[in-house]
């Protein structure tokens, strides 16, 4: 007879190799976060420096303004994405020629690779050449081009456009799947009752869509928090900064300054917020198996 | 559904959606079909009034510089992707048959373990990572990449394979069991049949996850022959012009794989994506 | 074919025990139902005795071996199962063919006994379908088959015909009679459907809360239950059961009274109980239109007839209960009427204990 002992056999490998690569550098990061590492990357000479990195990323004026920047990216990344994704999937739940069509083209923005988005985008927002400013001079709306990207006041603004283009076919589906549970009986139950749709809606589909909402913003809010390609390859931060978040931030002071030990610390501090977060995202997908 | 203002508003708000979704598809496209010349007139020619080729042609023919560029990053890709998914799905499809059907001790705490991988900044994880790799000797090689990707990408692939367990009655395996089959046998000649399908979905969402990954080939590569081609769409960048002919073509030639195996598999990744967010 | 024999067995789930020190012995060529409600651990028991789940404690053996730690596949049974765990990938013959190859048999011998299995179970023309392609009732055949070709020691049965219809499960239940007779299998049985463990048994194992309550044919069941649960659960409609309180010539609830036979009454004395339920079948009731001495006045609340046979639920001081009369006769709701109670069909079953008296 199979044992218990047997079955952990099946899940070792994955354990395994998740271990590996995922605690072991959490670990790490922790402890390189309190010291002080040379350019070389010569760990063996690196100095130990108790929490001084925290002190200098948290007095750092930049990482205020970029703590700023990743506040309005994520949260109206996540906003807007959602709002555009539910309306989808209520303008979707309902059966018609062509259903499957459309969600399928809707979808092309979520599967298509950030970076060749990025590029495109970059390419659409161009300042001298870009499409949507043609679009606009075109249809009379405006008379010079627009500088999406090369401008501090709108730079910010267009990066969260095109991150809730690539994300808005996510909070779709997950909510077109919400929408399927809601129970059909229920509804016509309401109706019969003499509900009119707008009541149907607010009494009985919202409601039951409060898990599935929890769990698709808050996973929306890690995306975000970790968003890294698309303000990446579309200005690196730029101009002067104005684009520049946490993640971006980290990577430059990791991989542009080679500043492993301060990187680390800001990783940490990002981790933290990161746990917090999923604490909540745990406790939403755990807290729905329960009768409340 | 009688007529009435909401589902007219439905479909203008559906239409809307979709220029939106498609429109930089679309400008990728005709870009990709001028010459370099047309691509940065202002205001641009809507509809290519020489539509060439060329793009492409330069793009996948060995003997010119940048199709030989192009090709070797197209072949880095498609091994590195083709290596997690097959490791992938090795490791996966286990560990989902495990959590799927045994009730051992510790099981939930492990599957929130997985879940929870969900919300780790891949980003955090680059600097002890690149020490690692630096340390194993990895750096600059793609099995670092394959490794990486593995890793990240189990979770997912566990959980979506679990599904389809799930959906495969116990009472097959335990009529197996007693018709004369091993615990194995029973796996390998009822579970794995019926659960092929799943099997195949869950392969090529690794594909496709591993074909678009940008940061770790970012950091982890460093020599030009071995980058893959998320990172080597730089390589259209040059200090004094940009090709963006050749950049949207080679983008077009990345993205259309992937959106068409997405597409024609739809259905399997939208269950995998939304099943743990909605069923209890 | 075997005896199945089961010593002391129990299984637990956390706290509460799922099967309680059951010791059954099952003959052989018997056919034996578990049944109970749900919950009640008559599927934990065939599951334990087909080596898919563990015993924690205790032994069963088949044909006289211990099989505690041997694997399903080696303890020579079949089963089938409530939702027929067809291979739904597989054809109906490979399908029947299944258990014959995990055990090498000769190609010429496996077509051989699907053949003839297919042929006994009127199977034959679907050999070439898939499972989803075929009816409830024609999936019920073919998981039946699967389990024929094997000619195992003993047949285990889930719930089989519990995913059928009405009028199909009526007509499976006789061929699966049938089938017990021509082949005299050893057979266990589970069912939550009391009925048709007393139609097709040889005897019936009433289980609940994890404990075997009553092993025994199920006439005997039916007429003798050893207690209230027993008596509650056999038989339908239930038997009425009736707190009562033991008086100088017999028993009394509030507002009723009746004299008992010197022996019933004497058993029940000499149990001591306090207070006692009158255990009775609708038909062991007698409905007169007017007084008569030894019945007790009831009204009637609802009448139900059924064409064969009328039922009515009446009214005794605080108690309901179910009687029947033939269908020729009327009654109107609120009208009363005197019970007279067949003493040689009367149980008494102590109130704290339950036990019959």
Request: net charge neutral.
């Amino acid at each position: 007879m199979v044992r218990h002992r047997a079955d952990y056999l099946y899940v070792a490998p994955a354990i395994l190799v998740m271990g590996l690569v995922i605690a072991y550098p959490v670990w790490f990061t922790f402890y390189l976060s309190v010291f002080s590492t040379p350019p070389n990357l010569a760990l063996e000479d690196k100095i130990f420096v108790g929490l001084d990195n925290y002190g200098r990323i948290l007095g750092a004026d930049s990482v205020r303004e970029a703590s700023l920047n990743t506040l309005v990216w994520t949260v109206a990344s996540t906003g807007f994405a959602f709002v555009l994704g539910f309306g989808a999937a209520l303008a979707l739940n309902r059966p018609f020629r062509g259903r499957g069509l459309l969600r399928g083209t809707l979808l092309v923005p979520y599967v298509i690779s950030a970076v060749a988005a990025a590029y495109v985008w970059r390419w659409l927002l161009h300042s001298d050449l870009g499409v949507i400013s043609a679009l606009a001079m075109a249809s009379g709306l405006r008379s010079t081009p627009f500088n999406f990207l090369d401008n501090t006041d709108t730079v910010l603004a267009s990066l969260i456009m095109v991150n809730v283009w690539k994300e808005f076919p996510f909070v779709m589906i997950m909510m077109l799947a919400g929408l399927q549970t809601v129970p059909d009986q229920l509804l016509r139950a309401a109706q019969v009752d003499g509900a009119g749709p707008w009541q149907r809606f607010w009494h009985i589909t919202v409601p039951h869509l409060g898990n599935v909402s929890l769990v698709t913003i808050l996973l929306l809010l890690a995306a975000n928090f970790n968003g890294f390609t698309i303000p990446w390859v579309m200005t690196g931060g730029g101009p002067a900064g104005a684009s520049e978040i946490w993640i971006t931030q980290i990577y430059q002071l990791a991989f542009g300054r080679i500043r492993f030990g301060l990187a680390s610390a800001y990783s940490v501090i990002l981790f933290a917020v990161m746990m917090t977060m999923g604490y909540f995202y745990v406790r939403a997908l755990v807290g729905k198996d329960r009768p409340s | 559904m009688r007529r009435g203002f909401w589902p007219v508003a439905g479909w203008v708000y559906l239409g809307l959606l979709a220029v939106f979704s498609l429109l930089p598809m679309a400008w990728m496209l005709i870009t990709s079909i001028k010459t370099q010349f047309a691509a940065i007139q202002f205001p641009p020619e809507w509809i290519p009034s020489h539509p060439t080729l060329d793009a492409y042609a330069e793009l996948l023919s060995p003997s010119r510089e940048i199709g030989r560029v192009f090709l070797r990053y197209l072949l880095n890709s498609l091994w590195v992707s083709t290596a997690t998914t097959v490791l992938g799905v090795i490791v996966a499809v286990p560990a989902a048959y495990a959590f799927s059907r045994f009730r051992f001790p510790g099981r939930n705490l492990l599957f929130y373990a997985v879940l929870l991988r969900n919300m780790f900044p891949a980003v955090v994880f680059l600097m002890p990572l690149f020490i690692m790799m630096r340390w194993l000797g990895l750096v600059n090689t793609q099995f670092s990449l394959i490794l990486t990707y593995l890793t990240f990408g189990l979770p997912l692939s566990i959980w979506l394979l679990k599904g389809f367990f799930d959906n495969i009655p116990i009472q097959l395996e335990q009529a197996a069991r007693i018709d004369g089959a091993s615990r194995f046998q029973a796996f390998l000649l009822v579970v794995m049949p019926l659960s092929s399908p799943g099997i195949i979905a869950t392969a090529i969402y690794s594909f496709i996850q591993a074909w678009n990954e940008y940061v770790y080939a970012l950091t982890f590569l460093n020599d030009d022959a071995k980058l893959t081609l998320p990172v080597g769409l730089q390589h259209f960048f040059t200090e004094y012009a940009t090709n963006w002919p050749g950049l949207m073509a080679a983008s077009f030639i990345m993205s259309v794989p992937v959106v068409a195996m997405f597409l024609v598999l739809q259905k399997y990744f939208v269950r995998a994506l939304t099943d743990g967010a909605v069923k209890s | 074919m075997a005896e199945v024999r089961l010593e002391n067995v129990r299984k637990g789930y956390g706290e509460a025990l799922a099967v309680d020190d059951l010791s059954l012995t099952i003959a052989d060529g018997e056919f034996v139902a578990l049944v109970g409600p749900s919950g009640c651990g008559k599927t934990t028991t065939l599951n334990m005795i087909a080596g898919l789940l563990e015993l924690d404690g205790g032994e069963i053996s088949i044909d006289g071996r211990r099989v505690n730690d041997l694997d399903p596949k080696d303890r020579d049974i079949a089963m089938v199962f409530q939702n027929y765990a067809l291979y739904p990938n597989k054809s109906v013959r490979k399908n029947l063919a299944f258990p014959l190859q995990m055990r090498g048999m000769a190609r010429g011998e496996i077509a051989r006994r699907v053949d003839e299995a297919a042929r006994m179970l009127d199977i034959g023309h679907l050999l070439e379908r898939r499972p989803r392609e075929l009816s409830g009732g024609q999936q019920q055949r073919v998981a039946l088959g699967r389990a024929l070709v094997r000619e195992p020691k003993v047949f285990l049965m889930d719930e089989p015909l519990s995913n059928l219809d009405a009028k199909l499960r009526v007509q499976m239940r006789s061929e699966l009679k049938r089938f017990h007779q021509d082949l005299k299998a050893t057979i266990v049985y589970v069912t939550h459907d009391q009925l048709e463990a007393m139609t097709m048994a040889d005897r019936m194992a009433v289980m609940h809360g994890g404990k075997l309550q009553q092993y025994d044919t199920p006439e005997r069941v039916y007429a003798h239950p050893a207690n209230a649960f027993v008596a509650s659960f056999v038989g339908s409609p239930a038997m009425n059961l009736i707190p009562a309180r033991l008086t100088e010539t017999g028993i009394a609830g509030d507002g009723w009274q009746l004299a008992l036979p010197p022996a019933l009454l004497a058993r029940a004395r000499q149990a001591g109980s306090a207070g006692v339920l009158l255990g009775v079948r609708h038909g062991a009731i007698g409905l007169l239109p007017a007084a008569t001495p030894g019945a007790v006045e009831a009204r009637v609340l609802t009448v139900e007839p059924t064409g064969d046979i009328t039922f009515l639920n009446l009214r005794l001081g605080e108690s309901a209960l179910v009687a029947s009369a033939a269908p020729d006769r009327h009654f109107t709701p609120g009208q009363p009427l005197w019970l007279e109670f067949d003493m040689a069909r009367l149980h008494l079953f102590d109130a704290a204990s339950e036990l019959a008296l």
